[in-house]
């Protein structure tokens, strides 16, 4: 018997699944971007300025312990959303099997490579001498929990696959909620400062896993783990990487993008605009969570109605994904561009450091409206297999755009060359994504009316109509590629 989320994803009205997968994942997302704002307060005001800068240097490592998460999470919802779309249980399990044990291998590999080296990296990312201190105390304490950050993110893109945004949800919060209460008594109660954050985030990691971890070994999954599921499987694991790397390198070029960040801003602007650009970034994470909640609601339904033949369905979700996460980018846009100072206040009290949070804001969110539907775009190609134009369109902001605007601008406006290579790589990046996903949806237009043109529809039971092939068994001819 099909699980009832499964059939939830063949056969309720899409706007409603939509809302049911989105809501419970940006009440997530809102809670973990909560913790970031609030553990940044907690550091900026216990510790100081140059802690928050500290954080700020050891980001990009976090980004991509994200980037290995979402990489496999993402590449492995895809998956497992088109094949229980297809009707291949046996393929969906060793999907999970094998996303689990690149999980344990890449989750280690960073451990070992990171604390073998740290102090060499925290410099290459940009700390200085006064910041270095801060920043290795942070650094060598979270990486102990890679395995378990990343087993987290991935997996919380999986649950989400079989039509589940519960538990992820509920990981999030109590992750979330741990960690808040842990840096009040770490931070503030003992005094651990920044060492106390970071164990703070290690033990709510290591709470969050467990959690997810039960879900499946209690069986409240329609996907079961199994010990012959770990055995490699060269084609999955292919097709998990081939889908997720978009994801991957767009947050590791992040990573890059958010080192350079920080070395022109040291150059041009010195510690205190390293410190603006720790507070705007959470504000930027914050404020676009409610979006990308949005995308991981869109990934298993559209994936489940592409690997079901379902071009309608397709065409519906993709639509309402992309007027949702517009208007949300509209609505942060203003927010950030209208409300800077108020802002950038909740954290600091520090007067040169709030000047030079309003001023970077100002530039840095000055195409935030578009956001939205660049998001949308390359969370398509992903949730329905397409490799090449995921890969474009998740690096062309950071890649394509951001890197030579970082390059170059600041040689002729200086710091405000810096802010401005944000907005520049938004509009570029909103282009691209646009002329890319407009012959996708004509595509998906075409492939729904010739389906209700041959007057058989094919859905799953409960639907009525013939049951979907495997999209592994399909011609070229009979799907909108």
Known sequence: MQNHRVMALANEGIGRLLWKLSLPAAVGMFVMALYNVVDTIFIGRAVGTLAIA??????????????IGQMIGIGG?????RSLGAQDMARAERTLGNAILCVCILGLAITVIGLAGSSFWLRLFGASDAVLPYAKAYFDIILLATVFRVFAMSTNGLVRAEGNARVPMIAMVVGAGLNIALDALFILGLGMGVSGAATATVLAEVVTATYLLSYY???????????????????????ILAIGVSSFVRTTAGSLVIVLVNRSLVGYGGDVALAAFGVLHRVLMFLFMPIISIGQ?????????????????????????????????????????????????????????????????????????????????????????????????AISRNVLFFLPAILILPRF?????????????????????????????????????????????????????????????????????
């Not at 079961?224 to 084609?235: E, S, V």
């Not at 058989?456 to 011609?475: F, K, L, Q, R």
């Open 54 to 67: 500290g954080l700020s240097v050891v980001f990009p490592v976090q980004m991509l312990m994200l980037g």
């Open 77 to 81: 919802a895809s998956l497992l959303a």
């Open 217 to 239: 070994l209690l069986r409240r999954s329609s996907v079961r783990i199994a010990m012959h599921n770990f055995a490699p499987d060269l084609p999955v694991i292919r097709e």
């Open 297 to 393: 609601g869109l990934l298993p339904i559209l994936g489940f109605s592409y690997g079901a033949k379902r071009y309608d369905r397709a065409l519906d979700v993709v639509r309402i994904s992309a007027i949702a996460a517009s208007a949300l980018a509209v609505l942060s846009f203003i927010i950030a561009f209208s409300l800077p100072a108020p802002i950038v206040r909740i954290f600091t009290n520090d007067t040169a450091l709030v000047s030079a949070g309003v001023h970077g804001a100002r530039l840095l969110f000055a195409a935030a409206y578009l956001v939205g539907f660049q998001m949308v775009g390359s969370v398509v190609f992903q949730a329905i297999g397409k490799a090449v134009p995921a890969f474009v369109t």
């Open 413 to 481: 406006l200086g710091l405000d060359g810096v802010w401005a290579s944000f907005p520049v790589a938004d509009s570029l990046s909103f282009v691209l994504t646009l002329l890319l996903l407009l012959p996708q949806i004509r595509r998906f237009r075409r492939a729904a009316q010739a389906t209700i043109a041959e007057g058989a529809t094919p859905a799953w039971p409960g639907h009525g109509g013939a049951v979907a092939e495997s999209p592994v068994d399909c011609t070229e001819s009979e799907r909108p590629d």
